[in-house]
């Protein structure tokens, strides 16, 4: 396939709108039309990975941290990021990027580590703000089910565990269509009145665009009255970290030897736990310690993420239990979601990992 056709399915697959300001997820070089039988994943772009995917024959390296952060004002391999562009031009490698947008994704990187965990009952912590809208719109009677229909399969009408949700109401619209349409109801020039249903339903932001074109398409109006409210409900279906239950209580060696087990990490730094057994825990993945006080607001009786400040530790730790397992350690398994949703989509394109460990800390 062409490196634009899995640029396009992650961008929307991982909404690119979900990341942050300061990021830049998505392509970060490579020619779009190129074609490509093969990826490799890794959680960072270094010279090295380039070259292993050269050697494996991959034409795209996907990765959750971008290379590009900065823009390059020159390509003489000084720094990291202009090595690694040097290297993937000249071996016509493509790079891809999915950073903050795979965090907040709700089966991102810290659903994951959940998953892992074996937490159950699994609720997003920081739900994203600002990223909700409602959609109202009028249909005959007669198709409403048929708009309803195209409206859930485009994405709107999810909440939380819920889909296909709406609320309808039964009433009259009136038109009169001049001399250059074609009605659906009714006579052109005449005035009519028009049994309809007034359908609402809520959807992510993002997806605006494909819902208005199937809403369109399933509509028999010519002209399709529509609404566009904007919402300031959260959006509980993305955002960073999660929280959830363990299967049973756990005391504190029996915790930290679950969190080494499913992170691999080779030495935990954590304050005492503050209610003995933990039960409730709340994580996130990577840099996570400004979270700290929405974990204790959640009521988790423990907080894992990947990196936590000196003073975070002396400031909160009597209120919870904290737990740094590094920011690579937490970050890895971004692999696996990357690898299911692409095999998924494209069952025959070859996917592989990484062989390179990137994680430039060492531990004595």
Known sequence: MKVKEICSFL?????????????????????????????????DATP????????????????????????????????LAEKVVIEAVKNNIAIYSLHTNLDVFGSGVSRKMAEKLGLKDIRV????????IKLVTFVPVSHAEKVREALFSAGAGVIGNYDLCSFNVEGFGTF?????????????????????????????????????QALLAAH??????????????????????????????????????????????????YSKPAKGRILKVALCGGAGGSFIPAAISSGADAYITGEIRYHDFLDFGKSIMLVEIGHYESEISCLEILYELIIKKFPKFAVRFSDINTNPINYF
């Open 11 to 43: 961008d929307s697959a991982v909404p690119i709108a979900y990341q942050e300001n300061y990021d830049n997820s998505g392509l970060q070089a490579g020619d779009p039309e190129s074609e490509v039988t093969s990826a490799l994943l890794a959680l």
């Open 48 to 79: 090295e990975v380039i070259k292993e995917a050269a050697e494996k024959g991959c034409g795209i390296v996907i990765t959750h941290h971008p290379v590009l952060f900065h823009p390059l004002r020159s390509l003489t391999g000084r720094s």
């Open 125 to 132: 912590m920081v739900p994203l703000e600002n990223k909700l």
């Open 176 to 212: 009169r269509g001049s001399e250059h349409t074609n009605p659906f109801a009714g006579k052109k020039g005449e005035y009519h009145k028009e049994k309809e249903v007034r359908i609402e339903t809520i959807l992510p932001s993002h997806l605006k665009n494909n819902v208005i």
């Open 220 to 269: 028999p109006y010519e002209e399709v009255a529509y609404d566009i409210y904007p919402l300031m409900n959260e959006y509980t279906g993305a955002g960073s970290g999660c929280t959830g239950n363990l299967p049973e209580p756990l005391d504190e060696n029996e915790f930290l030897k679950l969190v080494s087990d499913i992170s691999g990490a080779d030495r935990l730094k």
